[in-house]
């Protein structure tokens, strides 16, 4: 999987939007860009994810800039249960192995909402 | 509710003790992994079955053994452990093939090894 590069830690005022970046300057034509968080103590939740054109969910948005060098994921009215570490995965939507591949995580990015 | 549930959520052993992890999903997905995450680390792939058959083991160590007898169902055999091995350790689950490739975690096991 390509690399990618988050920052450690964010800060956020609850209710505004949240704006992570994630810069993936290695992805390759066929890779799609993913986003996960992990709220403490649970398991990663996928949130959205991506190829070349912006993606929005009723979770969040995604866009890609055109030359999908990087990325920024968008909480739009962040709350205090975002609080959580997000992780920005690139990685190619063909399989090996079966028809499964795994995840190869980050460290990601520790986004902290403030009240 | 994710679908997908561990069991059992903590659990503390000691170093010859032989445990099993266990894992069940309910979203009729024929995929299931098992990660490792450590603390202030990056969660770590171990174990990928696809369809029941293991398809990818990322160099874990013997001592630990996993099994899928179904699709459903997902364990994690422990002996022999080290403390080095107290970890949160997470089950995945994923259609085959799908055009999303989402994974569906569960809660995970908080195992600490004395």
């Known amino acids: 999987d390509a690399k990618t590069t988050q920052p450690p830690s964010m800060d956020c005022a609850e209710g505004r939007a949240a704006n992570l970046p994630c810069n993936h300057s290695?992805?390759?034509?066929?890779?799609?860009v993913y986003w996960y968080r992990q709220i403490h103590s649970q398991g990663p939740q996928y949130i959205i994810h991506g190829l070349k054109n912006n993606e929005t969910n009723e979770m969040a948005s995604l866009i890609i800039t055109e030359d999908r060098k990087s990325s920024t994921l968008i909480l739009p009215h962040a709350t205090l249960r975002d609080t959580a570490v997000y992780y920005c995965i690139v990685r190619p939507l063909i399989y090996s192995g079966g028809g499964a591949d795994g995840l190869t995580f980050g460290k990601g990015t520790h986004l902290i909402i403030q009240p | 509710e994710t679908g997908v549930t561990q069991t059992p959520r903590h659990l503390v052993m000691g170093m010859t003790n032989k445990k099993s992890l266990k894992c069940e999903q309910h979203?009729?997905?024929?995929?299931m992994y098992w990660y490792k995450q450590s603390a202030k680390k990056p969660l770590e792939l171990m174990f990928v079955y696809s369809l029941e058959e293991r398809v990818e083991n990322n160099s874990v160590p013997s001592r630990f053994s996993p099994e899928c007898p179904n699709s459903s169902h997902l364990f994690l055999h422990l002996h022999t452990l080290q403390p080095e091995d107290s970890a949160l350790y997470l089950c995945?689950?994923?259609?085959?093939?799908?055009?999303?490739?989402?994974?569906?975690f569960g809660p995970g096991t908080r195992l600490t090894v004395l």
């Open positions: 979203l009729g997905h024929n995929a």
């Open positions: 995945a689950s994923s259609p085959l093939r799908s055009s999303y490739n989402e994974q569906f």
């Open positions: 290695t992805i390759s034509g066929n890779e799609y």
